[in-house]
């Protein structure tokens, strides 16, 4: 039987403001079949973002859902994880917002290791707002207030991440739709920070401008460009420096932020 | 060569900066002032616009980019809309304090809730006791020229500050209107090259933004509003030299329409005033004699101008397109420093406000018209409230019947 995304969906809220071809809604199905095999109970999860075309999509999912200011989704978040360590807290963020006016949130929301699941709908460009060059837009690539080239050069969210201390970091792409669905679901049972770092397409503002052909001409760009770490190992440095590696980098075992809190809390009463 | 070109408020802005030979542009989009990074970003693609062109991660970072460029000794320019300029709040006291003298474009929108991207004025008014100067055009003409003009005000070394050069997101920022592109040869002698007193320089080092203890804190607040005495005679003369250079007719702070004979007036600044001339004429036709006043600046207030203006009626309503909740007349601002200005005179008009134009709503003829009832009521009974929410009021209510 067909999932049912209606259990899960306001549809009252659509249609969608996602422009034909955008890829954010493959990513928002990842995260709802993520959140169904995982089993999460529908009032016991709040899912929060920020602003941007990402942000929208808590509008149109039926769980407790917090739209909040630009870049600041993960410390909202932070206010509910702490003020109830037992919801189950998702984050969704565009690039731009998770990374730029966000970028602080982010590695401290790492550093703490809160456990929390940072979706990133990496799309290379602030979408929304008219195809602006976002942190994540590469070197060279064209938007629309860099009509030569992009002169800086794009963080890449898993390393990022990575160093700044997520406990629970992979990547994953719109073609690869089950294996983003999985990780997802990693992440939210993961205790901790976990952050996916969902690559995207924009073809209304990235795609057309840097002519990267159809809307799914773009989805299949990954299934050519990019490969799992552990196929990656079979590559020669050469081969491998031309991909886009995908797979899970890391989920390791460390205190989480809301525990060591409770530990604090515990002791000074005990004393 | 001046050049008639047909442009929206945000073109006016990016080509008033590009004119005003700006040095280094900080951007971060939202609506709707990308419309003005966007222009300047192809301007300076394009080579016609000799700047260094930033995207900040915020636009927290976008105001203190235009604040070390400034304090750098260049000619900065930066701008955004509605929340943007609330998230860059923290800046604006260094910038004015400093006397940095960037120039901050805002196209402004209502902030959240309602979260509905329109037009309001409530953004920046949050922002208006900082010491940066501040006032709304009414057109891309006015846009343009606000924008050359307020730079030779906050560049002046009696005035010294930095300068939020306003409009009304989306009626004119994203409206066309028919407008004039100044020869640049005569920009560029109407608005010398920055001279900055006391730029960053190694040969000459300086410090802008020091620590400094409480005792010393005083005196450099008194700095700055010095500088807020000197300026109203050097909007004056700027106002002046540019009328004469190129054939405008801006009156530096209200700009009245047939407010001579008139009784009642209406008294608000920015692209709503358009409206009022055109409800003035028809309410005219029917032998009302009400009156236009346009705000041009809203910082500084200009108490001597307004007095003049207002003492010429007998009934005053502010068209509030911003909020004060909980304020003294439940209402807008404006009607606070208008009743405050005109407090002193002995012979004074009852000043009430009218809550309009918020969330991005015109303000229509209907409205308009609607207010003018409760003016002219006002002169017959000598009383009105403080405050009027149009078409959420009994009393408003019942006169559009």
Not at chain 2, 68 to 88: D, E, F, I, P, Q
Not at chain 2, 166 to 190: N, T, W
Request: with cysteine.
């Amino acid at each position: 039987m067909a999932f049912d995304y209606d259990k899960y969906m306001r549809p009252g809220k659509l249609p969608h403001i996602w422009c034909p071809g955008c890829a954010h809604g493959i990513v928002m199905k990842s995260i709802i079949r993520a959140i169904d095999r995982v089993g999460l109970d529908k009032d016991r999860t709040v899912i929060v973002s920020g602003i941007g075309c990402a942000s929208r999509m808590p509008g149109y999912v039926d769980f407790n859902t917090l739209h909040t200011t630009h870049g600041r989704s993960l410390a909202f978040a932070t206010g509910v994880k702490l003020a109830d360590p037992s919801l189950n807290v998702i984050c969704v963020a565009g690039d731009g917002d998770a990374l730029a006016i966000g970028g602080n949130h982010f590695i401290h929301a790492c550093r703490r290791n809160i456990d929390i699941t940072m979706v990133v709908f990496n799309n290379n460009i602030y979408g929304m707002t008219g195809g602006q060059f976002s942190p994540t837009t590469p070197h060279g690539k064209l938007a629309s207030t860099t009509p030569y080239g992009n002169p800086d050069y794009a963080f890449d969210v898993v390393e990022l991440s990575m160093g700044a201390g997520a406990t629970y970091v992979s990547r994953g792409t719109v073609y690869h739709a089950v294996p983003l669905e999985r990780q997802i679901a990693d992440g939210i049972t993961h205790k901790g920070m976990s952050v996916i770092d969902a690559l995207c397409t924009c073809p209304t503002t990235y795609g057309r401008r840097n002519k990267l052909g159809s809307a799914t001409d773009m989805i299949l760009w990954f299934k050519d460009n990019t490969v799992g770490i552990k196929a990656a190992e079979r590559l020669s440095p050469e081969e491998r420096a031309e991909k886009i590696l995908t797979g899970v980098f890391r989920q390791d075992i460390k205190p989480e932020y809301c525990e060591e809190y409770q530990k604090i809390i515990d002791m000074a009463k005990g004393a | 060569m001046a050049k008639e070109v047909f442009y929206s408020g945000c073109a006016a802005a990016a080509y008033g900066a590009k004119d005003a030979r700006v040095e280094v542009i900080s951007s971060y989009p939202i609506r709707p002032y990308t419309g003005i990074m966007m222009e300047l970003s192809k301007l300076v693609a394009n080579g016609e616009l000799d700047a260094e062109f930033v995207h900040g991660e915020g636009e927290h970072a976008q105001v203190s980019i235009a604040y070390g460029a400034s304090a750098a000794g260049a000619r900065a320019y930066t701008g955004s809309s509605g929340v943007g300029v609330a998230y860059a709040m923290e800046c604006y006291s260094p910038a004015a304090g400093g006397r940095l003298p960037c120039q901050m474009a805002i196209a402004d929108r209502a902030l959240d809730p309602p979260g509905d991207f329109g037009s309001e004025h409530t953004d920046v008014m949050g922002a208006r006791d900082q010491g940066w100067i501040m006032g709304w055009a009414e057109s891309p003409q006015e846009v343009y020229d606000n924008t050359i003009m307020y730079y030779r005000i906050g560049e002046d070394h009696r005035v010294q500050l930095p300068q939020f050069c306003c409009q009304d997101g989306y009626f004119v920022s994203h409206i066309p209107g028919r407008m004039k592109l100044e020869d640049q040869k005569a920009v560029d002698e109407f608005l010398p090259p920055y001279n900055p007193p006391h730029p960053l320089d190694p040969n000459r080092p300086v410090n802008h933004g020091p620590q400094i203890f409480p005792d010393q804190g005083s005196a450099i607040n008194v700095q700055r509003a010095v500088a807020f005495d000197e300026i109203e005679s050097v909007i004056e003369e700027v106002v002046k030299d540019y009328n004469k250079q190129f054939g405008r007719k801006y009156s530096p702070f209200v700009d009245e329409y047939m407010m001579d004979d008139a009784e009642i007036a209406f008294f608000l600044q920015g692209a709503h005033a358009r409206t009022a001339r055109f409800a003035v004429n028809h309410l005219r036709k029917q032998g009302v004699k009400v009156g236009v006043a346009r705000l041009r600046f809203m910082r500084p207030f200009p108490t001597k101008a307004i007095q003049e203006s207002l003492s010429k009626v007998k009934a005053v309503g502010t068209v509030e397109t911003s909020t004060s909740y909980g304020g003294q007349s439940r209402g807008g601002n404006i009607i606070h420093e208008t009743r405050s200005a005109l407090y002193p005179l002995d012979k004074r008009p009852i000043v009430t406000s009218f809550m309009a134009g918020l969330g991005g709503e015109i303000v229509t003829l209907n409205e308009f018209y609607a207010m003018a009832k409760v003016l002219s009521d006002a002169v017959k009974t000598g009383k009105a409230n403080d405050s009027y929410w149009m078409n959420f009021e009994k009393e408003v209510l019942d006169t559009h019947k």
